[in-house]
């Protein structure tokens, strides 16, 4: 879920910028110019040392091909972010955007070298300014119509842009919502991301090790574990109409994961809204809370949702309310991000202290 507008999680915390003439001004000298130092558009141009290349990912329905390793690129979400500072490549990135949450612990330092554009959605301006060889994002409802632009715009200017597999594969975004889901979401989706991001970036390696490092912590966190007939329900955000997670999208991977069952999985939605009184009937054993930073929809901190449900009348009696069975994460891992890994490790931990799994 990205940073969310008054209608629904995937929508921009910032008003739609329409694009103005100034901006189709600065496009035409961006690719005139070539739109930085990566930007090259035949294989010539390419800068020395770009053995092995172009090369070329197939992402959702399209091809995206760098003629070099990218040099400026720009995150314009914070999950395709943390993917990028994972794989060492802060000191290629010409900045970053929409954040919902402080940045993974272990990368702190290496964001701090990069600039960010905006706390939200970045104007399309905004990322022009900063040269960008190379975009990447983790929604379609940032990387599309009514976001910062769409990837043909990007194109057209000599950038290519890439598209997190998660937010397409098996999922329907042309609805209002959030989208929906004709099969679960896997990891493996997820750890395809982080293996085109390090080919484009030549960093294999790297991206081999990173997607090591995640499935072993899978396993140990899972190891033995047993939360059959357990029942969980992921709320996002907004106390008067809950964005809640349905089925399939990354709490599904955490579901799975612990064996245990999601209340609201009768749904494909991505994060339907439900009204409390649905939740109260189906009276989950634990409640898994979104602790945000960000500041869009009411009852973004885990605390305010807390302070929430136990004084509703209609949610201070439910089971999970009343146990104070909470398990606190943050936005990023109820995304279908690298931190995923990190909503397994918490959820399995929990409730193993609740005493709910052997």
């Known amino acids: 879920m990205s940073a969310a507008g008054p209608v629904g999680p995937r929508r921009p915390l910032l008003s739609r910028r329409a694009l103005r003439g100034p901006v189709l001004l600065l496009s035409g000298a961006l690719l005139a110019s070539g739109c930085g130092s990566g930007a090259a558009t035949d294989d010539a141009a390419a800068p020395?040392?770009?053995?092995?290349?172009?090369r070329t990912v197939r992402d959702c329905g399209h091809d995206v091909r760098v003629t070099a390793p990218p040099r400026r690129a720009v995150s314009l979400n914070q999950g395709t972010t943390e993917i990028l500072l994972?794989?060492?490549?802060?000191?290629?990135?010409?900045g970053t955007a929409t954040w919902t949450d402080p940045v993974m612990k272990g990368l702190e330092k290496a964001n701090s070298e990069v600039p960010r554009l905006a706390d939200d959605m970045p104007s399309f301006e905004a990322v022009l300014d900063?040269?960008?060889?190379f975009v990447a994002a983790s929604f379609a409802s940032t990387l599309g119509t009514g976001g910062v632009a769409t990837r043909e715009r990007f194109t057209e200017l000599g950038v290519p842009a890439?598209?997190?597999?998660s937010d397409c594969a098996g999922k329907d975004n042309s609805?209002?919502?959030?989208g929906v889901r004709s099969e679960p979401l896997t990891m493996d989706t997820v750890y395809g991301e982080v293996r085109d991001l390090a080919r484009l970036f030549d960093v294999e390696q790297r991206g081999e090790k990173l997607v090591a490092d995640l499935e072993s912590r899978v396993d140990r966190a899972t190891s033995g574990i047993d939360a059959s007939g357990v029942t969980l329900t992921y709320w996002f955000a907004n106390s008067t109409s809950p964005y809640l997670a349905g089925c399939c999208g990354a709490p599904g991977v955490i579901t799975r994961a612990v064996g245990a069952e999601n209340a609201m999985d009768d749904t494909h939605e991505e994060w339907p809204q439900v009204g409390w009184e649905a939740v109260a009937d189906r009276d989950p054993d634990v409640l898994v809370l979104g602790d945000l930073t960000r500041k869009s929809q009411t009852a973004e901190t885990a605390a305010k949702k807390i302070e929430f449900l136990e004084s509703d009348p209609v949610t201070r009696?439910?089971?999970?309310v009343r146990k104070k069975r909470y398990v606190l994460l943050s936005g990023q891992a109820m995304n279908p991000t690298i931190r995923t890994v990190e909503g397994v490790e918490q959820v399995a931990s929990a409730l193993r202290e609740f005493g709910l799994a052997k």
């Open 317 to 320: 009696n439910m089971t999970a």
């Open 162 to 165: 890439y598209l997190s597999p």
């Open 130 to 133: 900063a040269e960008p060889d």
């Open 48 to 54: 020395a040392g770009a053995a092995g290349y172009p």
């Open 86 to 94: 994972s794989l060492g490549l802060a000191d290629r990135m010409a």
């Open 175 to 178: 609805g209002d919502g959030d």
